[in-house]
C-alpha cells in the first residue's frame, strides 16, 4: 500500500522561476494538505484541498502561489516567481475523511532558489 | 505568542534513558493531539494520536495529554540508538472547514549508544 507520494524529491529554481510540486495521496485518501518547513520551524499549514475543492487556504501567501487538486491526477502546488525566501521543505498530507482523521505526510520537496 | 510552543533541544540520552519531550499551546480548542517523528531529510512520521485528556500507550512509547494545563507530553522508555531523530508535537481543533495541524518547532532527539 503506497503512502503519500511527492515530486520531485528536490528542485532547484533560480528568482523568478516557477515551481510545481507534487503530491499523490495514499490510494483512498480525497483530503490533501500542504505544509511548509522553513530550517529551524516547524511545518507550517498552507492549504487543505478536496477533489477540485480548496476549502481552507488560510496559510497560502497573498501572492505568487496556488494549489490545485483536479478530479484526475496529483494535488498542485505552483509558486510563481520564486525568491530566495521561497527555499523549505514542502509537505504534503492526506487524510481518508476530513473529522478526526490522521494525516500521513509524504517525504517532501525540498526548493532550493538560486 | 505561538500557539504550540516545544523545546527544541537538542536533547543527548544514553541508550535505555526514559525520555521525556513536552509541548505547552495556547488554544484550548485543541482536542485532537498527535507526536510525529521525523528522521533527518525525510517526512513526518506518525507515532502516537491522542483525542482529548489522558494516556495513551503503544509499545515503548507514552503519551500524555492534560488539557487543564495545556500541556503535552511523549515518554520513550529504554531508548535506542534508532530513537534518535527530531520529535514534533501536533495539535487539531478539527472544527468543520477548519482541518489543519498546528506543529511545535520539534525536539532534536539522540540516544548515544
Known amino acids: 500500500n503506497a503512502g503519500v507520494m511527492q515530486n520531485p524529491r528536490h528542485l532547484v529554481r533560480r528568482r523568478g522561476q516557477e515551481a510545481r510540486l507534487r503530491c499523490s495521496p495514499m490510494?483512498?485518501?480525497?483530503?490533501v494538505y500542504w505544509y511548509r518547513q522553513l530550517p529551524e520551524e516547524g511545518l507550517k499549514f498552507m492549504v487543505y484541498?478536496?477533489?477540485?475543492?480548496?476549502?481552507?487556504e488560510s496559510g497560502m501567501p497573498k501572492e505568487r502561489f496556488s494549489a490545485e487538486f483536479p478530479k484526475e491526477g496529483p494535488s498542485i502546488l505552483r509558486i510563481q516567481q520564486v525568491v530566495r525566501g521561497d527555499s523549505a521543505a514542502y509537505f504534503c498530507?492526506?487524510?481518508?475523511?476530513?473529522?478526526?482523521?490522521?494525516?500521513?505526510f509524504g517525504p517532501g520537496t525540498r526548493l532550493l532558489v538560486l | 505568542q505561538k500557539e504550540v510552543e516545544q523545546d527544541p533541544g537538542p536533547l543527548s540520552v544514553p541508550e535505555g534513558a526514559i525520555v521525556s519531550l513536552n509541548c505547552t499551546y495556547s488554544?484550548?480548542?485543541?482536542?485532537?493531539f498527535m507526536w510525529y517523528r521525523q528522521y533527518s531529510r525525510k517526512g513526518p512520521e506518525l507515532l502516537m494520536y491522542?483525542?482529548?485528556?489522558g494516556n495513551k500507550e503503544d509499545g515503548r512509547f507514552t503519551a500524555q495529554v492534560d488539557k487543564s494545563s495545556k500541556y503535552i507530553s511523549l515518554f520513550i522508555r529504554d531508548s535506542q540508538p534508532s530513537d534518535s531523530a527530531t520529535y514534533l508535537c501536533?495539535?487539531?481543533?478539527?472544527?468543520?472547514?477548519?482541518?489543519?495541524?498546528?506543529f511545535g518547532t520539534g525536539t532534536r532527539l539522540t540516544v548515544i549508544p
Open positions: 498530507a492526506s487524510s481518508r475523511l476530513q473529522s478526526q482523521e490522521t494525516q500521513y
Open positions: 488554544n484550548s480548542a485543541f482536542q485532537y
Open positions: 491522542t483525542y482529548s485528556s
Open positions: 501536533a495539535m487539531s481543533a478539527y472544527q468543520t472547514g477548519a482541518n489543519n495541524l498546528f
Open positions: 490510494k483512498g485518501h480525497s483530503h
Open positions: 484541498l478536496q477533489k477540485e475543492n480548496i476549502i481552507d
